[in-house]
């Protein structure tokens, strides 16, 4: 038998989907199993799919990668990406059965497999966690009696490994990193995200480094990202006192997400906004401070098992809003967050690791 795995299009969903690889894996251990999606998933994906093919043309495959895919018989192909696109490429692959969230615009391009005894695939539950609902489209595969809550238990707190070149080893910063744990700490940060309503002020992360450098004088700041986190990076890093320079390293475009992993490994804490690498910390178990504002945190919380979540419970949210529309104070729900709390919530995880806590500022 061969699948077929059309990956989320944001690196936090893909994260968010782990859960539905290895139930897949479980179900279908002895088949072939594909995975295709944007280019970066080309550095992080689950050890045991047959082949990844990452589109070299953004979110579509090329001309060449189309004839591939098409050369192949798919017993069944799964979409994890809620576009319409995603869904006319598995129809254009005549793959027999094409399982993803139905909607309206959908529902004529997607084909499901016969019902299975008593289970059906189900709609899509409101203001459940993405990761669950990605699991719920394999409910017409389970076995008697298993439910999707029952996959989502066993590997919704998953960990897994980071495997780097020896070149990147071998760079003078990472060696760095190495060294200093766990003899110093350090504090991953990932300042940016897509969506600017996402996004925890740049003063205020300055001012939680000056906090944390001021008492741990001998520690690292870390910073990670892409070229959307660079330039609140270089903000940051110019407005630091001279004394502190040298304990900040930049690693911002310089890694792809398994080496991104690979160093937040190396972190004693992360404090990111609602990005994909926060996600990401989900699976080195990195304890995380992060921060929900625009979003439903009953959809997309990072499935971290150590975690500290910021949370204003305004009137306004979840507004889901990438741009923040209120004119009387705008942002709030971020910008109302003192940076001395999110330092507290940062020394909290320095002397032992806790289990997850929703910390909800009113």
Known sequence: ???????????GDHVMAYPFYFTLNELFGKSDIYLIGR????????????????????????????????????DYAFTLSPSIRSALLLWRLKAHYRIGQRDKLRSFILRLPPQRGSLRLPPPYPWEH??????????????????????????????????????????????????????????????????????????????????FLEKYPKSVILFLGSHIEKEYVQKITTAIS????????????????????????????????DSGLAHLSSLSHTPLVSFQGMGRKEETLPLNPQKII????????????????????????LVSIPPQEVFAAIENF??????QVIKISV
């Open 1 to 11: 038998m061969r699948i077929l795995v059309h990956a989320p299009n944001w690196v």
């Open 242 to 273: 001279p004394n502190f320079q040298n304990r900040l390293l930049d690693f911002t475009t310089k890694t792809n997400l398994t080496e991104a992993g690979f160093l937040l490994q190396h972190c004693h804490v992360l404090l990111a906004n």
């Open 310 to 333: 910021f949370h204003k419970q305004l009137r306004c949210s979840p507004c889901f809003q990438k741009k923040c529309p209120r004119r009387d104070y705008p942002l709030e729900c």
């Open 130 to 211: 993405r990761s669950l609902s990605y699991i719920r489209l394999l409910t017409p595969f389970f076995p008697t009696n298993q439910l999707a809550e029952d996959y989502w238990q066993k590997y919704r707190h998953l960990k897994v490994s980071f495997p780097v070149s020896r070149k990147f080893l071998q760079k003078k910063e990472v060696q760095l990193i190495r060294r200093q744990y766990p003899q110093n700490f350090i504090l991953g940060i990932c300042p940016g995200s897509v969506v600017p309503s996402k996004i925890y002020p740049v003063e205020h992360i300055q001012r939680v480094i000056e906090l």
């Open 350 to 355: 320095l002397g032992e690791a806790f289990h």
């Open 39 to 74: 280019k970066w998933i080309a550095s992080l994906y689950p050890p045991f799919f047959k082949q990844v093919i990452a589109f070299s043309h953004g979110k579509e495959p090329s001309p060449e990668e189309f004839h591939f895919l098409k050369s192949l018989t798919w």
